[in-house]
Each structure stands twice: as C-alpha cells, then as structure tokens.
C-alpha cells in the first residue's frame, strides 16, 4: 500500500504526472485543484473569484485542507497531487516537482491560452496569495525545501514518462522497505 503525494508550483506538471503515475500503479488520482475548481463551481463562482474569496476569509482554505487529510486518513494506493497534500498526509511518499518560472509561465499561458505577461502575472499573485495564506494558517514558511520531500523530480529536463519512471521505481521501493 501506498500514499504519494506530489508537489510543484504551477506549471510543473504536478496534474499530468500524477494522472500517468496513478494509472501506471492502478492507484486512485486526486487533486486539489480539481478539488477547489468543483468547490468554486459549487459555490458558483469561478477560480479566480474564490481565490479572491479565500485571501478575504480562511473558511474555503481550511475546508479543502480537511478533505485533504481526510482522504488520506482514510484511504491508500492513490497519488494526490496539491500545494499541501505532502503536510496533510504527512506518511505519504513525498514527490516535489521542479521547473524554472519562465517555463512554468510559458506552459501555463500555452495550456490555458493566455498571453505570457498574463500567465505570468497571474501565476505570481496566485502563488504570492497562497504562500502567504499557508504561512498565515500553519506557519509554513519554506515548502519547497527539499527536506519537505524524499524525491525531487526536475521536468524540465524529464518528460512526464521520465517523471512517472522515476517516481514510481522509487516510491514503490520506499514503501517496500517501510512494510518492513
């Protein structure tokens, strides 16, 4: 049984490795923000508007963060990939991907077909946003710090097919040896 996690700031392509490493292991797929899109449709407002929402109030914040540590309480053999998941689920194999912020940028404005000065703008506020919200609500400070993760994974120089080899040789030998 595993639990991994996955985190990258946007752009990394924390979503397209974690959909292929689930269906690789046969492992369920969650994500945060497919998590907060559906929470914002429900609440009928759109990303950006609950992104507002959540630097107004920590309700929306604090609620997705209790279904994260939730789901991993309660469940196993699943790759979660979110800002936060690796803290909620802190006995979960802890994946950090990486990638230089201009290609961060440029996927995000390739993928959601904005501008790059737009992608840009956009990524810094929202990333700006909730790094002070976890600072504020958990006093967390310095979440890409490698010693946060037990593998950090570079894709920029990985496909996602490198990305998923490398992770799942090494998560599934890590939680062979802590079955031990």
């Not at 802190?90 to 990486?98: E, G």
Request: glycine share 6%; hydrophobic share 35%; proline share 3%.
């Amino acid at each position: 049984m595993a639990k991994i996690t996955i985190f990258g700031l946007s752009g990394t392509g924390k979503s397209t490795a974690g959909k292929l490493l689930s269906s690789k292991l046969g492992y369920q797929f969650m994500s945060t923000g497919n998590m907060f899109r559906a929470y914002a449709a429900s609440l009928g407002m759109t990303l950006a508007e609950l992104e507002v929402a959540s630097e107004q109030t920590d309700v929306h914040d604090r609620q997705l963060d209790k279904n994260t540590a939730e789901y991993g309480n309660t469940h196993n053999d699943f790759v979660f990939e979110s800002r936060l998941a690796w803290y909620f689920i802190p006995d979960s194999f802890k994946v950090h991907l990486t990638c230089p912020f201009d290609i961060r940028v440029n996927r995000i404005a390739q993928r959601e077909q904005k501008t790059f000065e737009v992608a840009k703008e956009e990524t810094m506020h929202r990333e700006t946003s909730s790094f002070g919200r976890y600072k504020d609500y958990y006093g967390l400070e310095d979440i890409p710090n490698p010693k946060n993760f037990d593998l950090i994974v570079d894709t920029e120089h990985n496909s996602p097919e490198q990305v998923v080899e490398i992770a799942s040789k090494t998560a599934i030998a890590a939680a062979r040896s802590s079955a031990k």
